[in-house]
């Protein structure tokens, strides 16, 4: 069996620092993420360090307003980066260390809950793009140690949200929604 490609994390040009903990954090929580500083790099050259780093995908978070705005995927293709038709418009985000003073090691795995509502579609977006599997609670406990759950907030938001899975605690970051859409960015 083929090893698992990395995922290339970035920015768009001049993050905030809230952005970059922001990524940081992603870092921790989405097995085989490398963060990347972008720096001048334009897109070519950020497929130019995918490759470089092994990684087959590639996230974008994008600034709004001095913080994140959006979150873009993309798959390496021969040309260079080929837009994934997904992309979460941020309203707000809530970082790991706002839940928690303690500073957490990466995790090497990964699942995402089955949502209980009409949040499938999102759920499955992930899934696929992350290639990590979407359980139920019962099948996702003894095999994992954090969870990703995609589901509404009590403004009927869409938000996700990383858990610890022995605890039940949830661990950051925590990325509310402005909406999702499934055409491809230009």
Known sequence: MDAPRK??????????????????????????????????MSTNQVAEKALEHGADRVVLVDRWQGGPGKIEF???????????PLSLFIVGIRLQREFAPI???????????????????????????????????????AKYPVAMHVSLDSTRRVQITF????????????????????????
């Open 7 to 40: 995922i290339l994390l970035t920015t768009s040009r001049n993050p905030t620092p809230r952005i970059r903990t922001f990524c940081n954090d992603l870092t921790r929580v989405i097995p085989s993420v490398v963060r990347v500083n972008r720096g001048k």
């Open 103 to 141: 500073r957490l090691k990466p995790f090497n795995s990964l699942v995402i809950m089955k949502p209980v509502n009409n949040l499938m579609e999102i759920a499955d977006s992930l899934s696929k793009f992350f290639k990590v599997p979407v359980l139920s609670e019962n099948e996702a406990l």
């Open 163 to 186: 858990m610890l899975l022995s605890q039940k605690v949830e661990i950051g970051p925590r990325i509310t929604l402005r909406r999702a859409a499934w055409e491809a960015s230009k």
């Open 74 to 84: 993309f798959l390496m293709g021969a040309s260079g980066l080929v837009p994934v």
